[in-house]
């Protein structure tokens, strides 16, 4: 009796998912690997698998990226979101969506207050990633919430508002973010607004994050410009 209950408990760990990364690395390794001489391995082979999940099942574990994007209040986190899920293909493009904003107070107030988090599978150089975006709160008041996520991520995107520059709670946010060694991608974001004052915000950047201004990518989340150069930089600099 107690070597199956044994033998269960070890199937039943097995099956556990405690986040979204675990979840997708396991159906991989099941994909993979299956329950040999189990009795799950006919059930197994009789579920149908769909397209999409054997193209997951396929991405090695060193093909995984997650990140999350570190900003001020309202300087475009939840929009540049939504222009990295269009531009994987993971939602249909168009509109003002603010997919990642669930709660009724964000999308009334335009702020993040709960972090969510994305899977999105981009293809760079001939090879799938699987990619996992947090979009955290920029508000200090939920550095709780900003913490547990940088916790589970390998990067962050640095994005700073050309027409406003760094603010404070990118400059907390940030320190916390560079406090737990997670890879740094600077980002402009709405260069182009009349008021964008590009070099103020590379300037900013460098004096009061010392990113290197020359490595940053300048960006409109609103209208699409330049965004496709940030997820290859997320794989390059992010660690698996």
Not at 41 to 52: E, G, T
Not at 100 to 126: F, H, P, W
Not at 208 to 221: C, M, Q, R, T
Not at 226 to 236: D, Y
Request: glycine letters at 6%; aromatic letters at 6%; one cysteine or more.
């Amino acid at each position: 009796m107690q070597g199956c209950l044994s033998l269960s408990v070890r199937y039943i760990h097995r099956l556990q998912i405690y986040t979204s990364v675990r979840r997708h690395a396991a159906i991989a390794t099941i994909f993979r690997q299956g329950f040999h001489g189990s009795p799950f391995r006919a059930a197994q082979n009789s579920i149908p698998v769909s397209p999409l999940e054997r193209r997951i099942s396929d991405i090695p574990l060193e093909r995984y990226r997650n990140f999350c994007i570190v900003a001020h209040v309202d300087h475009g986190k939840s929009t540049l979101s939504d222009r990295l899920l269009e531009l994987t293909g993971t939602i249909s493009p168009g509109g003002n969506k603010q997919i990642l904003d669930k709660l009724d107070v964000e999308r009334e107030r335009g702020i993040t207050v709960k972090a969510q988090t994305c899977s999105m599978i981009y293809n760079y150089k001939g090879h799938d990633y699987l990619l996992h975006l947090v979009d955290t709160p920029g508000h200090v008041d939920f550095r709780a919430e900003v913490s547990r996520s940088y916790a589970s991520c390998g990067g962050a995107v640095i994005l700073v508002d050309a027409s406003q520059g760094v603010q404070a709670q990118t400059v907390a946010n940030f320190y916390l973010a560079f406090s737990q060694g997670l890879e740094l991608v600077p980002v402009v974001n709405k260069v182009d607004l009349q008021s964008a004052n590009v070099s103020m915000a590379l300037e900013q950047m460098q004096t009061n994050l010392e990113l290197d201004p020359e490595k940053a990518i300048l960006v409109s989340a609103k209208t699409g410009l330049n965004v496709e150069a940030i997820l290859p930089r997320v794989i390059e600099n992010v660690p698996a």
